[in-house]
């Protein structure tokens, strides 16, 4: 991890929680939260970001979205607004999953657009970028995750302390994992770019690694320097995995 930064535990829910067990997971977090040094953040689906906020509500919880359009109103069918989100609760939200890039052709811009947005209405955006596995094999993973955080990260991402999620696409879901020296390489490249686009800031925002992040791998990845936290995906659908990663963050 970086000195001095704070770590963030980010459990990214996807389309998984009805009402009582979305509920039911938050406050199981929630409790088992005391004596973590981390920054504990849950982002559910839309349907239960207020009440999640609700029921953490004075906890050392955050509540997040996974996803904005980039307009704060509009005639956007299905769509949420950055400041709903902000007015249901919720303090972050995640914008350019390798999900939404790939499912919704969301490109960099899109992202950057939808990152103002979030800025705009007071939410933190967390940035995900990553390589596809054909990008790795060619010895293009930086190149490609550099091209994305110059797209993707607008002017005032610094000053609002975003956060870069890297998320290599092949190893979200499926098991596997980048090499140590992998996932420290692509962090170092993240920070240096981060120093030369927001002098001021960069060297103090967050680097979550994300991809396949359980218990049994947690400590040694969030080892890693400039690794300043992890973006989890199913493993945050348990309480107690997710708070032993965070655990394992010190």
């Known amino acids: 991890m970086t000195p001095g930064i704070r770590p963030l535990i980010a459990g990214n ?9 979305g509920l039911a997971l938050a406050r199981a977090v929630a409790a088992g939260a005391a004596g973590v040094g981390a920054e504990l953040l849950v982002c559910p689906p839309a349907t239960l970001v207020a009440a999640v906020a609700a ?33 249901a609760g919720a303090r972050y939200v995640i914008l350019g999953h390798s999900e939404r890039r790939a499912a919704y052709r969301e490109t960099d811009p899109t992202v950057r657009a939808k990152a103002e947005a979030a800025i705009t209405a007071g939410l933190v ?35 609002a302390g975003g956060v870069v999620a890297y998320e290599p696409v092949w190893a979200i879901g499926t098991g596997r994992t980048p090499t140590e020296a992998d996932i420290a390489a692509m ?11 927001f002098p001021q800031h960069g060297g103090g925002l967050r680097i979550l690694y994300g991809g396949s992040v359980k218990p049994a791998n947690a ?12 973006l989890v995906g199913g493993a945050s659908l348990v309480a107690e995995d997710f708070l032993a990663i965070a655990r394992a963050a010190g």
């Not at 962090?187 to 686009?197: G, K, T």
């Not at 400590?219 to 992890?230: F, S, T």
């Open 13 to 21: 829910w996807k389309m998984h929680g009805l009402a009582a067990d």
């Open 55 to 87: 029921a953490l509500a004075g906890t050392p919880v955050a509540v997040g979205g996974q996803d904005c359009h980039a307009a704060p109103k509009g005639a956007h069918t299905g769509d949420i607004a950055a400041p709903m989100l902000a007015d």
């Open 125 to 159: 955006p967390i940035v995900c970028v990553g390589e596809p596995e054909d990008d790795r094999l060619l010895g293009r993973a930086e190149e490609v995750v550099a091209e994305q955080i110059a797209g993707s990260l607008p002017p005032g991402f610094g000053a």
């Open 187 to 197: 962090h170092a490249m993240i920070r240096a770019r981060l120093v030369a686009a």
């Open 219 to 230: 400590a040694a990845i969030l080892a890693l320097p400039h690794v300043d936290g992890a």
